[in-house]
């Protein structure tokens, strides 16, 4: 089955840096990669995803990338804010008409210090 | 986007006791329902898929007749929590994908905190 890990665990920036969170993941045939945040107590926020026939999405201050080859996929976020501290996962799963789970990585607590 | 609601928010019960959860798409149909479960400060486990009119499919390691899990319509799936105990206090998540071509997007409850005494 998929397997994802996710890199670093913790990260601390200072406000207005750049973070970078990555994963990388096992299935080959996974094609769909959302990236979640998720506040303490409650339920995780989709923020960006990216399918794979697209190499690099971008939203405003966030983006994401894809290395379908290598199989790891990217998050950056610029112009970090105190707003922006919370714990990160990305997660990867095969899309297709019958839906299939979601795999997360293991998570990064970010933490943007003003 | 899709709403997905869940109930409880929260639970507290005795050890041996058993606890429903219950999970809805309040705007549109899920033939598939997943439930994670979360342990502090880790990451999201799949637990087992809901499929409506059949037998849920679990992962590895989760128990099948501790976690019982009925998906009888297409907006509905519960997950009943046999016999608790404490190590079974976690944050239950469940999440139905809204298929559109080839993308699903998992639209995710907000989630039950059972707290075992």
């Known amino acids: 089955g998929e397997n994802v890990e996710q890199h670093p665990s913790t990260l601390s920036v200072q406000e207005g840096d750049s973070a970078v969170i990555k994963c990388t993941y096992s299935?080959?045939?996974?094609?769909?990669f959302p990236w979640y945040k998720q506040e303490l107590g409650k339920r995780p926020q989709l923020i960006i995803d990216i399918r794979s026939n697209v190499g690099e999405k971008k939203d405003q201050r966030i983006a994401v990338t894809l290395n379908k080859t290598a199989k790891h996929f990217s998050l950056h976020i610029t112009e970090t804010q105190p707003e922006d501290s919370a714990v990160y996962f990305c997660a990867a799963s095969l899309a297709n008409q019958a839906g299939t789970a979601l795999i997360f990585g293991k998570g990064t607590t970010l933490s943007v210090s003003s | 986007g899709a709403v997905v609601s869940q109930h409880p928010s929260r639970v507290i019960c005795k050890s041996g006791t058993s606890v429903k959860i219950e999970c809805r798409s309040l705007?549109?149909?899920?033939?598939?329902m997943f439930w994670y479960r979360q342990f502090p400060k880790q990451s999201l486990m799949l637990m087992a898929t809901?499929?409506?009119?059949?037998?849920?499919?679990?992962e590895q390691g989760v128990e099948k007749d501790k976690f019982l899990i009925n998906h009888a319509s297409l907006t509905l799936s519960t997950l009943t929590v046999t016999s608790a105990h404490p190590e079974d206090s976690s944050f239950y998540i469940c999440?139905?994908?809204?298929?559109?071509?080839?993308?699903?997007?998992?639209?995710f409850g907000p989630g039950t905190r059972l707290t075992v005494l």
């Open positions: 999440s139905a994908p809204k298929v559109a071509r080839s993308y699903n997007e998992q639209f």
């Open positions: 299935d080959s045939a996974s094609n769909y």
């Open positions: 809901s499929n409506e009119g059949s037998k849920a499919t679990y």
């Open positions: 705007d549109f149909q899920a033939t598939t």
